[in-house]
């Protein structure tokens, strides 16, 4: 069984000979660069530098090699144009700050500051106040909010108009070259990073890509506005849907039938304990909005979408089954409610859990081999149970991972079936 | 002047900033002592804001409203506070760990801090651990709280933790741990005297760990 028909019906929700396995088709489904250099090196497949094709969060572009050993069965198409709003391509050297050698876009223009913190320039313009910064003995960037002093009387929802663009004509032409050419040479599960109906994404709100961000742009602010200047908010999300359907459109024609899921959303709506904000304001802003988007995809192709939202979003879940999502990731079995048993219970039948491999904040990182194969075992015995099941890690394989609890969690996944 | 004090409590609650200002105002023109209005009428308000969080009513944003709601009353009070001698219930130091540029949580700790009657030296972001020993060197320091929201950063707790203790400083402040990585078993382990999963929970931890 190849990776596309194993993940076909595990989206199916068929059982398969083991479960399907993603690894960095999403930079929310990665492994951090210097982990995978590491992993590589013992996987005997070179210690050449590694390709960071996720500049904000350092994370590594995977290798055919690579992706063959570990068993991984989809492959991502990404957006031609990053976080930091440059295109990922003419590669350059640049070691990572714990000494990995990489290499990274033409236009990753950076400084050191006095403090030894790496700061990073909006689409690669010196010109430009920086929209990033990676602390000194820190794993990635971070925004840097470039707010301007907030004119009450006029806020003008109109200000992030420029962060929601139709496609150009060159986005189009790739994302239709990269889907003929991956799904005529690979027999991967082809997985759309369309991300645009990431509605108030948070981590989109202080325009890293933009080299002037305009209007309210402080996450701080942010999440206070949504109640004191509802209909600022409802203005920009608004615009982002307009330009999300229509993009949509143009997306479906250039990618047709050769994806099998299209990454809808990546706004995070879950704490550590609990949503973060209430169902009634979910219902009121966000609920329409992704029913239509979702909606459009169901009735115009057969794609699958993809939700990703962190923490405990447990007593939302129903609220996104009625506006359409199919996916769910990461899987945040660590944060309350999250439980792996409950949630595939209660939800199997409606959700696929694309994540809740593994715990990355604790049992990746800190715990040992034999803690980690026992972790996935659990996970993938509870998730995978009728299929409805992509392995992954809870979020992106963290920095300082050691490399024996990585190989030692692949090993598990593709572990003989078992009783 | 009940009724003014009822609007100062209401709005506050509620997260009306601009009323909660104008309440605060009402109320020392009324001449009701500033001691008094903190103790029986602010503080018992976010400690209400507080309960909502806990039981579900609330949430982040509706938490963060009524923090700036707190913090612009507060801002009127205190120069009669100070004026009059009030004392607060402890002083905190707090930031997020070295290497980590997160600060919801953290502004959100601090804000709840303050409402609940605590002053607050908030270091901000990316604090190396010399930072947090400099600061409770500077003395008058009852409790530091450090945030992390990134696992790559957790362990730089530990070494704040350790190198108050190299300082022969550990017995004299209080040490609170909070963030998305952490728990209370975490907490125990890097030799942290509490953990708070929330907002909330800091305020009721730092008045346990400051004896009030």
Known sequence: MNGRERVRKALRREETDRPPIDLGSTPVTGIAASTYYRVRKALGLGDHPVTVGEPFQILAELEEPVRRVLGVDTIGIWNPTNMFGFRNEGWKPWTLPDGTPGLVPRDFQVDVDANGDTLIYPKGDRAAKPSGRLPKGGYYFDSIVRQDPIDEERLDPRDWAEQFEPYSDEDLRYFEDTSRRLHAETDYALVGNFWQGGIGDIAHVPGPGLTHPKGLRDPNLWYEYLLTHTEYIQGIFDIQADVALANLELYRQVMGDRIEVLVMSGTDFGGQQRPLCSPRLFDQLWKPLYKELNDWVHRHTEWKVFFHSCGAVAPLLDAFVEAGVDILNPVQCSAAGMDPATLKAKYGDRLVFWGGGVDTQKTLPFGTAEEVRAEVRERVRIFGRGGGFVFNTVHNIQARTPTENVLAMYEEVRAPARA | ?212
């Open chain 2, 1 to 212: 002047m009940q009724d003014v004090l009822d609007s100062l409590k209401k709005a506050i609650e509620e997260g009306q900033a601009k009323d909660a200002a104008k309440a605060v105002r009402a109320a020392l023109d009324g001449g009701a002592e500033p001691g008094a209005i903190l103790r029986d009428v602010m503080v018992p308000a976010m400690d209400e804001v507080g309960r909502r969080y806990e039981c579900g009513d609330y949430f982040l944003p509706e938490m963060l409203i009524s923090a700036r709601a707190m913090k612009e009353a507060l801002a009127l009070l205190r120069p009669r506070l100070v004026a009059t001698d009030v004392k607060p219930a402890g002083t905190v130091v707090a930031g997020t760990v070295k290497g980590d540029l997160h600060d919801i949580g953290k502004n959100l700790v601090c804000m709840m801090l303050e409402g609940a009657g605590f002053e607050v030296r908030d270091l901000g972001v990316d604090v190396s651990p010399d930072k947090f020993v400099d600061a409770v060197r500077g003395g008058g320091v009852n409790l530091i709280a450090l945030s992390a929201l990134l696992t790559t950063t957790l362990p730089n707790m530990k070494v704040t933790i350790e190198l108050l203790k190299a300082g022969g400083l550990r017995g004299k402040v209080g040490v609170m741990v909070g963030g998305a990585p952490v728990n209370d078993k975490l907490a125990t382990e890097i030799g942290a005297d509490g953990y708070a999963e929330d907002a909330a929970g800091a305020v009721a931890l730092a008045r346990r760990l400051v004896g009030a």
